[in-house]
């Protein structure tokens, strides 16, 4: 069951800001009435009870809130949950992802306010999967709205131009992605942005040809014959995008990782 903690803590700063605002205007005049006109120990017991109430409202509210500012308009933490983006992420990398590079958006309701910028050829992103949206994928643009993306015999071509591809060795898998020993390692430059991909000679896969419409965009693994992207379910419409994926702040497989910590992805 997926876990929608955007509306979670959208939930509890409305109710912990709503009882704040309620003992303010209401309930803290009510109370200094009674303890001026009547005063035992069952009314005692209710004030005091209002008291511990409005505190924890009090304390956890500005909490809750800055909490919900930062993860909806600033950066929001990830974990990398498969291979699919070997070499760049691994199996256990928790990631940080810029979320106001590709405009700011209302939480919960993920509509757009303040268009900023858009996905570039290369970037990595988080976005909401098309055919689930409830789940979040993180795949690399290789095609931008207008793009025509030919991916045929492992090799990528946009707009009629091969993108260079430099074979390195063969890789050396780690932890949970030790299976992918023996792929092809090869270094790719896509407009500018060089990046380590994957390649497995034995398969043959994912062969695609089509122009990538308005609003749209093509993504693919950089783990190439490992990965479920647009060339088997489709684009990534601009709506689903969450944001930028920028840096590595922590491993967590089978122990932590203290290497990747702090690095960049690109």
């Known amino acids: 069951m997926s876990v929608d903690f955007a509306a979670i803590l959208v939930s509890l700063t409305f109710i912990t800001g709503f009882i704040w605002a309620l003992d303010r205007l209401v ?13 035992d120990d069952e009314n005692e017991e209710e004030i005091l009870r209002e008291l511990r109430i409005v505190e ?11 909490v919900l500012l930062l993860r ?29 590079q590709y405009g700011i958006r ?35 643009v290789v095609g931008i709205p207008g793009d025509h993306v030919v991916y045929r015999n492992k090799t990528l071509i946009i707009n009629g131009k091969v993108v260079a591809q430099e074979m390195l060795e063969k890789y050396r898998g780690v932890g949970a992605g030790i299976s992918m020993t023996g792929l092809s390692l090869l270094k790719e430059d896509l ?26 965009y093509f993504v693919m693994g950089d783990n190439r014959d490992n990965s479920n992207d647009s060339r088997f379910w489709g684009t990534v419409p601009e709506a689903n995008l969450v944001g930028n994926a920028f840096m590595i702040w922590m491993n967590w497989d089978s122990g932590v990782g203290w290497g990747r910590i702090g690095s960049t992805i690109k």
Do not use: C, W
């Open 27 to 39: 309930l803290l005049p009510r109370r200094q009435s009674r303890a001026a006109t009547v005063y």
């Open 56 to 66: 924890y409202a009090r304390s956890f509210f500005p909490v809750i809130l800055i």
């Open 72 to 100: 909806s308009f600033l950066v929001e933490p990830f974990r990398i949950p498969s291979n699919s983006m070997m070499p760049t992420l691994l199996t256990g990398d928790f990631i940080l992802v810029n979320k106001f």
């Open 106 to 140: 209302l939480p919960v309701l993920n509509t757009k306010i303040i268009d900023i910028g858009s996905p570039q050829p290369g970037d990595v992103v988080v976005f909401r999967y098309p055919l689930e949206p409830s789940v979040d994928y993180i795949k690399r």
């Open 191 to 216: 407009e500018g942005v060089q990046h380590d991909i994957l390649i497995d000679p034995r398969k043959v896969r994912g062969d695609v040809d089509m122009i990538v419409p308005d609003g749209q």
